[in-house]
């Protein structure tokens, strides 16, 4: 049987996949917005980079924290303010258009906020749940799923609004998720205070304590290193699909949200697959060859490049990189220790440390040669990345 804490899990999950399917709608429209704007994949790259910032600087902090006080309290907070200042935003702009500056300013507050949240909501979830009935890699799949769930029909319901609705109700639309998401939280029951917290040691004291817990563990230490250069590669879609659609294959912003849509549900049939079965045995293994069949895929874009094959294309990439995301988070579940958790989860958000580089460099790979053969590229960045990851001690990860 699921445990009885397991509503708590489910008034999360559904709060966040309400957000998280706002979000989506808002961020997607915001990519489009900005290339019709700009004609830059470099200005796109440029927003991406600012959006990464403050995941570098807070991260760390934010993990700290999150040992330390009331998870509950704490992301309701945020989530509260996210609403607030997106609606005073979304209001303010039905009277003036909207900047570039604008959205470079928004997208860095934005960011910030969500580097806070992230890292705790993250380890509040196996506080919700009774181990020895619901396993952690299935619990990794479903809060994965929630997600895609969420996120599988908003690509294609953005790109048919983007011609409808304009900017400021795009951003009114997140802050309506935002505030659902706080009012979902608010019903889950869970006490939120770390077992092992000493008050009389600081914040840094604490964050020393997880870097090294964090470099001696090797199976968490290998998985996230890995992520962190895959992460480089990976971006590169973020930067140029927009462009390759808009610009290479002159098509609708349609297209663009068919093939997103069709990445995640790829990422969702993954999810499930993982969420229904459980998988207990060389899960080191899975990940590293799921990671490389994932860059591989993202190799072919380049070469196949017409509608049908593009989003033929990203539905395996969206399936091979759900197992990827569910064993990393399955690591970072099951082996931190809890009062470690928070901070293990805030550190290995900063895998995401080179990710900003990866903005950049892509969008120049895409506004100086094609934006199809950056994509291309940084499919033998990943393979490369897969292959080490055989010769490391993440593969004995069962």
């Given at each position: 049987?699921i445990?009885?804490?397991?509503?708590?899990?489910?008034?999360?999950?559904i709060?966040?996949?309400?957000?998280?399917?706002?979000?989506?709608?808002?961020?997607?429209?915001?990519?489009?917005?900005?290339?019709?704007?700009?004609?830059?994949?470099?200005?796109?790259?440029t927003?991406?980079f600012?959006?990464m910032?403050?995941?570098?600087?807070?991260?760390?902090?934010?993990?700290?924290i999150?040992d330390r006080?009331?998870?509950?309290?704490?992301i309701i907070t945020?989530?509260?303010l996210?609403?607030?200042?997106a609606?005073?935003?979304?209001?303010?702009?039905?009277?003036?258009?909207?900047?570039?500056t604008e959205?470079?300013?928004?997208?860095?507050?934005?960011?910030a906020?969500?580097?806070?949240?992230h890292?705790i909501y993250?380890?509040?979830?196996?506080?919700?749940?009774?181990k020895?009935?619901?396993k952690?890699?299935?619990?990794?799949s479903?809060?994965?799923?929630?997600?895609?769930?969420?996120?599988?029909?908003?690509?294609?319901?953005?790109?048919?609004l983007?011609?409808?609705?304009?900017?400021?109700?795009?951003?009114?639309l997140?802050?309506?998720?935002f505030l659902?998401?706080?009012?979902?939280?608010?019903?889950?029951?869970?006490?939120?205070?770390?077992?092992?917290?000493d008050?009389?040691?600081s914040?840094?004291?604490?964050?020393?304590?997880?870097?090294?817990?964090?470099?001696?563990?090797k199976?968490?230490?290998?998985?996230?290193i890995?992520?962190?250069?895959a992460?480089?590669?990976?971006?590169s879609?973020n930067?140029n699909?927009?462009?390759?659609?808009?610009?290479?294959m002159?098509?609708?912003p349609?297209?663009?949200g068919?093939?997103l849509?069709?990445?995640?549900i790829?990422?969702f049939?993954?999810?499930l697959?993982l969420?229904?079965f459980?998988?207990e045995?060389y899960r080191?293994?899975?990940?590293?060859?799921?990671l490389l069949?994932a860059?591989?895929?993202?190799?072919t874009?380049?070469?196949?490049?017409n509608?049908?094959?593009?989003m033929?294309?990203?539905?395996?990439?969206?399936l091979?990189?759900?197992?990827?995301?569910?064993i990393?988070?399955?690591?970072?579940f099951?082996?931190p220790s809890?009062?470690?958790?928070?901070?293990?989860f805030?550190?290995?958000?900063?895998?995401?440390?080179?990710?900003p580089l990866?903005?950049?460099?892509?969008?120049?790979?895409?506004?100086?040669?094609s934006?199809?053969f950056?994509?291309?590229s940084s499919?033998?960045?990943?393979?490369?990345?897969?292959?080490i990851?055989?010769?490391?001690s993440l593969?004995?990860?069962?």
């Amino acid at each position: 049987m699921i445990s009885k804490k397991l509503p708590s899990v489910v008034y999360l999950w559904i709060g966040q996949g309400i957000s998280s399917f706002a979000t989506s709608i808002y961020t997607l429209a915001l990519a489009w917005y900005v290339i019709e704007l700009t004609s830059s994949p470099l200005q796109m790259g440029t927003l991406l980079f600012i959006a990464m910032i403050p995941r570098i600087i807070l991260s760390f902090i934010s993990g700290a924290i999150g040992d330390r006080v009331s998870k509950k309290k704490f992301i309701i907070t945020i989530d509260l303010l996210r609403f607030t200042i997106a609606a005073i935003w979304s209001i303010s702009l039905f009277s003036r258009p909207v900047s570039l500056t604008e959205i470079y300013i928004f997208t860095f507050i934005f960011s910030a906020m969500s580097s806070f949240y992230h890292p705790i909501y993250n380890s509040m979830i196996p506080d919700l749940l009774d181990k020895s009935n619901l396993k952690l890699t299935q619990a990794a799949s479903i809060n994965e799923m929630v997600f895609k769930i969420s996120m599988i029909t908003s690509p294609a319901i953005s790109g048919l609004l983007v011609g409808f609705i304009s900017f400021e109700q795009f951003i009114l639309l997140n802050a309506s998720g935002f505030l659902l998401a706080a009012l979902f939280t608010s019903l889950i029951k869970h006490k939120g205070k770390a077992k092992l917290y000493d008050s009389n040691k600081s914040i840094i004291f604490d964050l020393k304590k997880g870097i090294n817990y964090f470099v001696n563990n090797k199976i968490i230490f290998w998985s996230v290193i890995l992520i962190t250069f895959a992460n480089i590669a990976v971006v590169s879609y973020n930067v140029n699909l927009a462009n390759l659609i808009q610009h290479e294959m002159e098509s609708t912003p349609s297209l663009y949200g068919l093939v997103l849509t069709l990445f995640s549900i790829g990422s969702f049939l993954g999810f499930l697959f993982l969420s229904i079965f459980k998988v207990e045995n060389y899960r080191g293994y899975i990940y590293i060859c799921s990671l490389l069949l994932a860059g591989i895929s993202f190799v072919t874009v380049g070469v196949f490049l017409n509608p049908f094959s593009l989003m033929l294309t990203f539905f395996c990439i969206g399936l091979f990189f759900a197992v990827v995301s569910t064993i990393s988070t399955t690591i970072l579940f099951e082996v931190p220790s809890e009062d470690y958790r928070a901070r293990i989860f805030g550190i290995a958000s900063v895998s995401s440390l080179l990710s900003p580089l990866g903005y950049l460099l892509w969008g120049f790979v895409g506004e100086s040669v094609s934006s199809s053969f950056a994509i291309s590229s940084s499919g033998i960045i990943i393979i490369f990345v897969a292959i080490i990851g055989f010769f490391t001690s993440l593969s004995k990860f069962k």
